[in-house]
Structure formats: structure tokens, C-alpha cells
């Protein structure tokens, strides 16, 4: 196998096995729907020659589970229909694109219904901002979340998106869920490991009905916490097999495994990839720390992996595959980029710069 030779993931094959990894983007209108420049940042992608485009995180209802002002959602018609013009900008270039789907749970920072917040359990998020402590969810909220994220997954696949992802990691609720200290409760979805996957589980589940056979359902997952850098979950085999396994069982057909480059999460995280790539045999996208095409193509070509996603290489090279393939340069990523937040028109901000600087340049004597 190399990075270039197609993928089949249950009814889509991808021309290749490079993905460009979710982002945070924060660019959307304030009503949530998708405008002109995003358009033209996924297509950028789509005419870099990637195999499949990931959206950044993508909110699925108008109660809790927005994160940011100026998110993007796909709670609403107006927001689906929105979302059509990048999906068919992104597949006439011959790419697929798969939609990430988010709740933020206790790090949701635009509330609009008023200052509450709702999770696993009342712990104070682990936030450089400030949050409230959420609100225990009951069984029967559980119950109304999965139902909105099989909604949102039924708005992906109308808006002709190929494939779905839900958002596993970075502290949200999928994740507050599964991490010990995040999840204090006493019931069927709280204490042993296997009760803390049964939320990811139910919620894969309600997505897998909702959408038609075919349809690619997966979650990202990431051992590394940006609320707790020096925490490690499913630190052992028998964690990462039972994590995998039940994922696996609800009906997940891909797995994505970032923070491969985290230096406290990277062994974890790597016993993670691992244990997808041999116990979950299903198709496995790797992230982190895999912008060098090399690193890439070795991960690749001995099955590690069947796909690497990039994220700050994809902004920095926007034509990542392109230039690859055609043993072109590729330029570094400055962080300078998602300064001083990361917006598409603080990018486009730096692009002018960056070709200001270059014209006032001296020419060669």
C-alpha cells in the first residue's frame, strides 16, 4: 500500500489515504450556517489533491451543545442546507467529505439558553476560562442527546455528506463520558470502564439507525486531554481492547486515532492505534505529527494505518498531495496562523502578511 493507491471505507472509496484532520475554524455566520469563505477553504483542500476532508467540529442541536460563537452546526434545515454548497464544491474535485459532529457538554462557552451547562456529573470543567459546573444529565436527557445526534447524522447525509464522524476527544462530552474523573456517577453510565463507553456506544448506535446502510460512521478518539495534559486514559491493553471492542460491537466502521505526537499521550496513544489496527479490524485514520511524507508512507506501508489525517500540515500546505506526489517543497506551519484565534479571516491575515513581507524583499544582485 502507499499514501496513494485508493481506500474503501464500507460504501465510499477515497482516492487516496490522505485526510485533512477536523479544525477549529470559528467562522461560521452567528446563525450557525456556513458562508462564502468556508466554501472556499474546503475546496482549497479538495484542489490539493486530498482523498477525504473532515470538517471541523460541527454542532448537532439549539440546546447545549454548541462550544463556540460562530461555530458551525447542522442543528437546523437552514444550517443543512447551508453545508451543500462546500459538500458539492468538495466532490466535483473527486473528494469525499465526511462531517464531524460535536456536543460540548461542561465546555460549552456559548450558551444560549442562559448561563447552564449540562454533563456527566456537577464537576467543574479543568478550563482556562471560565465555566460553570454543569448539570448532571438524567437518563432521559441521555436519552434526548443520542436522538440529536442521529438527527444531525440524518442532516449530514441529506445535505450529501459521505460520511459521519463524532467527536470523541479533547474533552467533550462524548469524552466526559468515558474519563474517570469527569464522570462520577453511580449508574449504568458511570464507574467501570465498560459503563463509562456506553454513551459513545448508545450514540453510535442511534447514528448507525438513523442514516442509510453503507454510510460510514466513525469517532476520533485521543488518549491526550487539553484540560489535563497530564492525564492518560486507556493507558493498558486490556482498556484499549475493551474501548475498541465496544465501539467496534456499536457499529463503527472507522476508527480516527490523533494525538500520535503527544509526548505524555504517545505511547497510550500508540497502544491505542495498535490495538484498532489488530482487535477493531476495521479502517484506521491516524493523526499527529504525520507531516512528514515519509513518517507517513511508513505508517502506511506496514499497515498501521490506512489513512493519515493532517491538520497543521494541511494549513500549512493546503496542496499537501499535490506537492508529494510532485516532490514539490512544503512549507512549515507557523503558529502565527490561528493567531490570535483561529479563524479563517485571522489565516487570510497572515497570508497577506506573509506576501507583504515577500514583496519588500530584496532581489537577488
Same mark, same amino acid.
Given at each position: ?39 472556499? #477553504? #474546503? ?20 440546546? #447545549? ?68 459546573? *454543569? ?19 440524518? @442532516? ?15 474533552? #467533550?462530552?462524548?469524552?466526559?463520558? /468515558? ?28 447514528? @448507525? ?6 454510510? *460510514? ?54 497502544? /491505542? ?19 512528514? *511524507?515519509?513518517? %507517513? ?30 516532490? /514539490? *517543497? ?20 497572515? @497570508?497577506?502578511? @506573509? %506576501? ?10
Amino acid at each position: 500500500m502507499t499514501l496513494f493507491s485508493p481506500v474503501t471505507i464500507d460504501s465510499v472509496t477515497l482516492r487516496n489515504r490522505t485526510a485533512v484532520a477536523p479544525m477549529t475554524r470559528i467562522s461560521a455566520a452567528p446563525d450557525g450556517c456556513v458562508t462564502d469563505r468556508m466554501v472556499a #477553504y #474546503y475546496d482549497e483542500f479538495a484542489r490539493g489533491g486530498w482523498g477525504l476532508i473532515e470538517t471541523e467540529a460541527t454542532y448537532i442541536d439549539t440546546e #447545549y451543545s454548541q462550544c463556540r460563537a460562530h461555530q458551525s452546526g447542522i442543528a437546523t434545515t437552514a444550517q443543512r442546507d447551508a453545508w451543500r454548497r462546500v459538500v458539492d464544491a468538495v466532490r466535483a474535485r473527486g473528494a469525499a467529505i465526511f462531517i464531524q459532529l460535536q456536543h460540548a457538554g461542561a465546555l460549552a462557552e456559548a450558551r444560549h439558553n442562559g448561563v447552564e451547562t449540562v454533563g456527566p456529573s456537577p464537576v467543574a470543567p479543568r478550563s482556562k476560562k471560565p465555566l460553570p459546573t *454543569p448539570r448532571e444529565l438524567t437518563v432521559a436527557d441521555i436519552a434526548r442527546i443520542h436522538d440529536h445526534f442521529a438527527r444531525a447524522a440524518m @442532516r449530514a447525509v441529506e445535505a450529501g455528506f459521505d460520511g459521519v464522524e463524532l467527536h470523541g476527544h479533547n474533552g #467533550y462530552l462524548i469524552d466526559q463520558f /468515558l474519563t474517570d474523573f469527569t464522570n462520577l456517577r453511580t449508574d449504568g453510565y458511570g464507574g467501570s470502564l465498560d459503563n463509562r463507553i456506553r454513551f459513545a456506544v448508545e450514540t453510535l448506535e442511534a447514528v @448507525r439507525r438513523a442514516i442509510p446502510a453503507g454510510v *460510514p460512521v466513525g469517532i476520533r478518539l485521543n488518549q491526550h486531554r487539553a484540560d489535563d495534559p497530564a492525564h492518560v486514559s486507556a493507558a493498558s491493553e486490556d482498556e484499549a481492547v475493551t474501548i475498541v471492542r465496544a465501539l467496534v460491537g456499536a457499529g463503527a466502521s472507522f476508527l480516527h486515532i490523533s494525538g500520535l505526537h503527544e509526548p505524555l499521550a504517545g505511547r497510550a496513544n500508540r497502544l /491505542l492505534l495498535d490495538t484498532a489496527r489488530t482487535v477493531g479490524q476495521v479502517v484506521v485514520i491516524a493523526n499527529g505529527g504525520l507531516d512528514d *511524507p515519509a513518517r %507517513a508512507q511508513a505508517l502506511v506501508a506496514k499497515g498501521a494505518a490506512d489513512l493519515v489525517a493532517l491538520g497543521r500540515g494541511a494549513l500549512a500546505n493546503p496542496d499537501w498531495p499535490y506537492r508529494v506526489m510532485t516532490n /514539490l *517543497p512544503l512549507a512549515a506551519y507557523d503558529p502565527a496562523m490561528i493567531k490570535p484565534t483561529p479563524t479563517l479571516d485571522n489565516a487570510d491575515a497572515w @497570508r497577506r502578511q @506573509r %506576501a507583504g513581507q515577500a514583496a519588500c524583499e530584496p532581489l537577488d544582485s
